[in-house]
Every structure is written in C-alpha cells, then in structure tokens.
C-alpha cells in the first residue's frame, strides 16, 4: 500500500495537515482522518462557539457511575454524532489518575483507582468504537498534573508505573483501542513522547497495533520521537516530523522501518473509519438516535450522583416548600475549563429551572453570597455597534482588515488558521468591539488576555494592558485564559463600548480572552438564611466556577471558597433539613458535612445535569453512584500533600506511593467520605461469599422499600502488604425483597505484583475482601497460590 510513495511522502503522512486532520495521499487512496478533542463532548475544531455538541458528564462524573454499561452508552451517543459530523477520531477517554485531588484537569479523570479507571476507560473506548470512531486514550503517562505539564518530570519506580500509572491504558488497548496520545510532561527524564521504553511496552510487549498521537506541540525534537515509535505529530502543519524526518531517514538517523511502521499504523487506523479506498467503517453497535441522546446522558448524570449523606430528608415530599439557595442554583458549572469547551445546543437547564418545574410554585431563590463570578462578556447583554446582538470581531493584517465578523462569544482560540483570516502565524490585530448594557448599576470589572500584547478599553479610557506571555509559555497562558482587567463604575440601562486590542506579532496558536464581572450583591447571606427559615427544605447548590477546574493549573486546595462555607455553616444552622449538592469536578474537602442533613456529590453532570438533580431530588429516580476518590478529613491526610517540583522541574511520585484510599488504610486514617462509598433510597443485605475460581459470588438483597442499586466490591491485600487494592466490582439492580446472585469477575493481574522486571504472583494466601467500600468490608476470603 505504501510501496509507490518515496520516503517523502511517507513522512508528509507523520504529522497533520491541520490542528484537526492528517493529510490525504491519493497513491495511497487516502482521505483525510478528521480527528477531534472529547472527554466532556466533540471539540470544534476552530473553537467557534456557533457549532454545538452534546456535552457528557466529565470523566469523574462516569467514574462515580461505578458501571461500564452507562459509560459504554455515553460514549456510544458521542460516537453517533462524530459519524453525523464526519469525525474520524476522538481525543477520549482521559486515562489520567486522581492521584492528588488537585490537578486542574480532575473533572477529567475517571479515578483515583487504576482498575476502576481501567474498566470504565474501556468501556469508553468500546462505545466510540462500537460507531465506527476511533478512541484516542490519554495522555500517556502520568499527566495526572497540570503545574509546569509541558517540562516536569513524573520520576516513578517500575512497580508503581506498571501497577498503577499504565493499568488504565493496558486494559485500552485490551478493549482494542486504535490509537493513543502521548502525555506532555517527562517520566523520568525524558518526555514521553520520545520515550522508547514506554512506547516498547506499549507496542511490543501489549500488542498495540495502533497509532500513537503526541500531544499538540509536544515534540521538540525530530530523533528522539520517531526513534522511540511516536508514529504522529500534532498539530499540522509539521514541525520535527514531516520534511525533517524525511531527512533523518535518507541521513540514516532514522531506520525506514521505522518510517514504515508509522505509516502503516496510520493507513490502518484509516481503513477502520473508512478512511481508506475499499474500507468502510467498522461499525460493530446500533447507533444513537440523535433524538435518544440527551436522555442517555441525563441518565448517566443520575447515575453518577453519589448520595454521601441522608438523614432522612431525601427524597423530598411532594408538596414540599423549598428554598434553593446558593452561586450554583442559577449559574452551575456544567464543564471543567479546557481547551476543549463545549457548547449545548439550546443551551442547558439550571438547577433552579429544573426544580421551579418540578416542584411549581414551591421554591424561593437566593444565591447566598455576594460575589457574582466572572464570565465572558459575550455572555451578557451585548452587541455591535450598529445595533447586531453579539460582538465584533475584527482581524487586520498589514494594517488592512482581512475579517470581519459578529460573534457570540468572546473567548477565542485557533490552531494555525483562523478561518478566513489566514494563518496564525503571520503578524496581525485582533479587534473586539462590543456595546455593553449593564443590568445593574455599580463597580463592574473588565479583562482581556491572549497570544499578544492586549490593551482593553471602555468608552475610550485603557483599563489595562498585558504584554505578549513569554514564546514558551503560549500554550499556558492561553489554557488558563490569563488576563488582565480593572473595576469601572456604571449605571444601569446606560451602555458603554468595551474595546479588547491585541497585537501579535504571529504563532502557532491564537486566543484572546475577554471576561466580564458583575458587581457584588450585599446582603445575600441574609436573605439566604431568610429564605431557609421559611421553607421546609432547603437545596443548596455550590461548588466551582469555571475558572477552578482549569487546564494548566493545579489547585491549592481542595475547600470551597470562604464564602460558600459560610453559607453552608448559616443555613444549616437556621434549618437543619439542608440538602448541599456539590457542582465540583473534584473531591471537596466537606468539615461542614455533619451540620446538614444531606451531601449529594453532582459532579459536572453535563447537559443533563438540572434535569437528573431535580429527578434524583423528588425520589423519580435513586442516586445511583459511589465515590471514584476519596474526600479525606483534611488535605493533610493525603500522602501527596505539600508534595511539589524540585529545582529541576522533578515529582517524586516514589515519595508518595501509595496514594488515596490505600495510602488512607495504611496510616489507619479514615475518610470523609470513603472510595467506593454511597448510599441510595434502599437497603441491602450482602449473603456469604464464596470463591469459585476467578470470581466472587454471593446473593444480595433488596431489604428496603424501594428499588435500588447496590454495588458489590472486592478488594484484595497480597502476602506481606499493608493495604488493600481494588479487584473487583459488580453493580445489581433489585426491587423491593428481589434476591439474586452477584458475580465478580477477578482478572489475572490483580494476583500479580511487579517484581524485578516481571509479573509475578506473591506465593501465600491472598486476602479477598468483599463490601461495600474500601472502609466497610463485611467479609473475608482467602484464595492461596
């Protein structure tokens, strides 16, 4: 298939055309692979807000369904509408581990656990693939940080990275992933994607056959890559790969084989989506309607609730007077902040919305603290200057305006090309213009940032002006959207003209950020515990802005802001029958969880989010999740507390293993609330387990009064070890009094520990733990090798 092209054809197939397709090679018969960004939904593939997509739960919400059939149907209904859109790949499921609590990309991830992130992270990839969409696990391995992700190392001893770090991409390519990214950051020294340790493991000693992406503008190199077996550089046009690969292949730095073998695996990915002449896509599952879709990912959203807390006063009442208070209530977080940002079509329901229809005529609202959080300016009362709803966007290059146009965003980001524009590389302005109607009068607060020098303006006068970031820190400055701004007073219904400057003198990527903060509302704590008084039950929803679970930084803590827990201490001091719905991507540090009467883990639940919490709330459905991580006592609790880079830009991860759940069993300290742990409606009664073979079997039944869902886990402690690991889990479904038997299927690995270069099962009899979380265990086994 490859025999006709010369060596500098077959390495113009090693890196992209663009930032979203590879090129075509017509003697090959060759179309372009369209590959996308989506963990959370289908990324455009010009950041342009005017193209929707169906926003999925973040990967932490599908880790706490604990269930691989729900995140295989996710999955699938992003994989239906990649085929409708003509996406060929999709960057997901992000393999990632929780380690800390504190990445900014958190939401993202499916775990703590390697094994619950191993299964759920392959049932992801069967759904996308089910559709005839290639999956694109990530980012191999250890980006489980954000904080200096393009230079630090992740320094790891074999144990750990075998056992731990790669178990969620071992049972990827087990499912039969097609290809792979490969992380930013170092592992030991050298960058990933020229890792040749790592990839052998991937490629020889797995089987994987497929082809293995870098991150965009990863490499910095051209040998050290293509020798190590990356097969694909992102984005396009090329830089190391490509033209100065072709060259290292006719100097004999870089064997043909080699070449060969990218090209190959490239041309295979293609004939698997239909790619290339003769193939078709290999579509294995029924498709998603797109009329289906939205239910399934409101019912994954049910499904990922984790219920921490209950003292009787969920489910609600019919007839019940609610209060719903808190920032959320009205302005949740429905994403985490990334590159890759989805927008609903039709927008999503609010929490508020979807509980004023539940529950008609029954609910007051306050949002409880006085701070108002930040957004971009296109999300408010905004327009041209001839009169357009939106802002104007203009581009000038050489003085002369290439584009012109009205948009309904303003935050922007492009890769090469701004469509219409040109490439992003040349020198240039960007202009946004925009009249702005304040609805309320008081200090208001503007900022802009981006790829260049930004100067904003209101009304003629410079608010602020924030220089180009440094040539290496593009890619940063423009994930954590970095801006400057200051505060000017307004009048209400009076508009003034927000001006956002920005010169670049061209790169390879271009953003400009403009955000909007509306004053403070003094006196919201008051009205708030007014409100609580007065009603039955108060729902109180907080958590992150948009701005907290951000791409390229880390968190310092894992607290609430000040002022939400002091909103949570006041109303449920002034009414106990307080249920707080956390609206975080993360696990929340919670000391005030004892003074209400309910915790309810929401997650970012996606587009289905207000719909599932108001169902989950009024008891049509059971919160069906458990915990995917750990919420500690306190931060301090965990091994990676205060754990940071040395001089060289080096984690020691050794210094910290075990971490989460094990860590918290072999130090004796208890949880908050426990991995694996979460309540329901309903009771349940686990019967005597038995060992038959590789699986654990044991009847479970339904005690209470209602249908429910109980999930079985198994952990299992090897000779000699201090802690238990995750084996197992099995989830069953039960009506009132229903009996049935649960089986939980053990892999080969979860006997296996890795030892001087090998896998190996530790002679002795094996601990084998069934419960209900990693802390309530109500019965041991013992299997002997």
């Known amino acids: 298939m490859t025999g006709a092209l010369d060596t500098a054809r077959k390495a113009a197939l090693t890196a992209g055309e663009t930032g979203y397709r590879t090129p075509a090679e017509p003697a090959a018969g060759l179309r372009p692979v369209h590959l996308v960004d989506g963990p959370l939904g289908l990324v455009s593939p010009t950041f342009d807000e005017r193209e929707t997509s169906l926003l999925l739960p973040s990967g932490i919400a599908l880790g706490a369904t604990w269930d691989p059939d729900v995140v295989r149907s996710v999955a699938a209904a992003e994989g239906a509408e990649a085929r409708r859109r003509g996406f060929d790949a999709v960057y997901a499921p992000n393999l990632n581990l929780a380690r800390t609590g504190l990445s900014g990309r958190t939401f993202e991830m499916l775990s703590e656990d390697p094994l619950l992130a191993g299964v759920l992270g392959a ?110 550089e992102m984005p396009g046009p090329a830089i190391h790969f490509g033209a100065r690969l072709a060259e290292a292949v006719e100097r004999g730095e870089v064997p043909r084989e080699r070449l060969d073998d990218a090209v190959t695996r490239l041309l295979r990915l293609a004939a698997r989506v239909g790619a290339l002449d003769g193939s078709s896509r290999q579509v294995t599952a029924p498709v998603v309607p797109p009329e289906h879709a939205h239910q399934v990912l409101t019912d994954a959203a049910v499904a990922s609730f984790v219920l921490c807390r209950n003292d009787d006063v969920l489910p609600l009442e019919p007839g019940v007077r609610l209060a719903v208070i808190g920032p959320n209530a009205d302005r949740p977080c429905y994403q985490g902040a990334t590159f890759g940002r989805i927008r609903p079509a039709g927008g999503a329901t609010t929490p508020l919305d979807a509980l004023r229809k539940r529950f008609p005529g029954a609910v007051a609202h306050e949002r409880g603290v006085d701070s108002v959080p930040a957004a971009t300016l296109g999300a408010f009362d905004v327009s041209t200057p001839d009169g357009r709803p939106g802002v104007l966007l203009e581009h000038f290059r050489g003085g002369e305006s290439v584009l012109s146009e009205v948009r309904g965003d303003s935050a922007f980001i492009w890769f090469g090309e701004v469509p219409g524009a040109g490439p992003t590389t040349e020198p240039g302005v960007l202009r946004l213009t925009a009249v702005f109607t304040p609805e309320v009068a008081g200090r208001w607060t503007f900022g802009a940032g981006g790829s260049g020098a930004t100067v904003l303006s209101v009304d003629g006068v410079v608010l602020a002006s924030r220089p180009a970031p440094a040539p290496g820190d593009v890619m940063g400055q423009v994930a ?29 990527v271009q953003a400009l950020t403009v955000s909007c903060t509306p004053p403070p509302e003094p006196g919201a704590l008051a009205r ?39 909103l949570i201490r006041e109303v449920g001091r002034v009414n106990p029958r307080t249920v707080v719905v956390l609206n975080a991507g993360r696990p929340v540090d919670a000391p005030w969880a004892g003074d209400v009467g309910a915790v309810l883990q929401g997650w970012f639940g996606g587009q289905g989010f207000a719909d599932a919490l108001a169902r989950v709330l009024a008891g049509d459905d059971e919160p069906g999740g458990r915990m995917p991580v750990t919420v500690p006592l306190r931060d301090e609790d965990r091994s990676t507390h205060g754990e940071t880079l040395d001089a060289d830009l080096r984690r020691d991860y050794r210094a910290a293993e075990p971490t989460g759940y094990r860590h918290l069993a072999c130090t004796g300290r208890r949880a908050r609330f426990a991995f694996g742990s979460g309540l329901g409606y309903t009771t349940f009664r686990l019967g005597p387990a038995r060992l038959d073979g590789d699986l654990v079997r044991l009847d479970v039944t339904n005690t209470g009064p209602r249908r429910g869902r109980e999930v079985v886990q198994v952990y299992v402690r090897a000779p000699g070890e201090a802690d238990a690991r995750l084996a197992g889990f099995a989830g069953v479904r039960l009506e009132p009094g229903e009996t049935a038997e649960v089986a939980v299927a053990l892999e080969e690995r979860v006997w296996q520990r890795w030892r001087d270069g090998r896998w190996v099962v530790p002679p002795g009899g094996h601990e084998v733990l069934v419960g209900r979380s990693a802390e309530e265990i109500t019965q041991a086994l013992t299997r002997k090798w």
């Not at 097609?178 to 890792?195: D, I, K, Q, S, V």
Request: net charge negative; hydrophobic share 45%; with cysteine.
């Open 528 to 566: 708030a515990r007014q409100a609580a008084a007065e009603a039955d039950v108060v729902v109180l929803v907080v958590g992150d802005e948009l701005e907290t679970s951000r791409e390229s930084r880390d968190l310092a803590t894992s607290a609430l802001p000040e002022a939400q827990q002091e």
């Open 123 to 232: 049932a992801f990839v069967e759904g996308l693939q089910g559709q005839g969409v290639a999956a694109v696990p990530k980012h191999l391995v250890c980006n489980d940080t954000e904080t200096e992700r393009q230079r630090m190392s992740a320094d790891v001893d074999d144990t750990a990275l075998r056992e731990v770090y790669l178990r969620p991409f071992e049972h990827a390519v087990r499912a039969g992933a097609w290809a792979m990214m490969t992380a930013y950051n170092r592992l030991n020294g050298t960058p990933c994607a020229a890792h040749a340790e790592l990839l052998t493991i991937v490629k020889e000693e797995w089987g994987f056959d497929g082809l293995v992406v870098s991150d965009y503008f990863a490499l910095h190199e051209t040998l050290g890559p293509a020798l190590a077996g990356l097969d694909l």
């Open 480 to 508: 954590r959207a970095e801006t400057s701004g200051a505060g000017v007073e307004l009048r209400a219904g009076e508009p003034v003209t927000v001006v956002a400057e920005m010169t670049s003198a061209g790169s390879r």
